[in-house]
């Protein structure tokens, strides 16, 4: 098992990840680390999210880990959501699609820091 004390901070868990959708990053049954989500942009983060208006359409979960991806547009106050897209890494996969009206729905769990071995 690689080193981690390095590497944990406070607020950092422990869950398994199941399904093919974040392979090869991301091996299916694989124990991963995560810490909580810093505040500002989550694009490009792999992230760990739960999802009330969706399922995973791998096995059907209300949880997922997919790369974040958002298109946002710039309003008079601030900025608002266009798009959000939870994106696989294993192309065999389709990303999911999360309208701006379901953005309410996601609850950001955690990012990805690496694999447990």
Same mark, same amino acid.
Request: net charge positive; no cysteine.
């Given at each position: 098992m690689r080193a981690l004390h390095n590497t944990l901070s406070e607020g950092m868990?422990?869950?398994r990840v199941t399904g093919h959708s974040m392979?090869? /990053?991301i091996p299916g049954d694989s124990w991963c680390l995560?810490?909580?989500?810093?505040p500002g942009?989550?694009?490009?983060?792999?992230i760990l999210v739960q999802v009330n208006t969706h399922t995973d359409p791998e096995d059907g979960g209300r949880y997922?880990? /997919?790369r974040y991806h958002s298109n946002k547009r710039v309003t008079e106050d601030g900025w608002q959501h266009e798009t959000i897209e939870l994106q696989p890494l294993n192309e065999e996969y389709k990303p999911i699609q999360v309208s701006p009206e379901q953005a309410n729905d996601l609850r950001i769990i955690g990012e990805f820091v690496c694999l447990i071995d």
């Open positions: 868990f422990a869950a392979e090869p /990053k995560f810490r909580p989500i810093t942009s989550r694009d490009g983060k792999l997922t880990v /997919k």
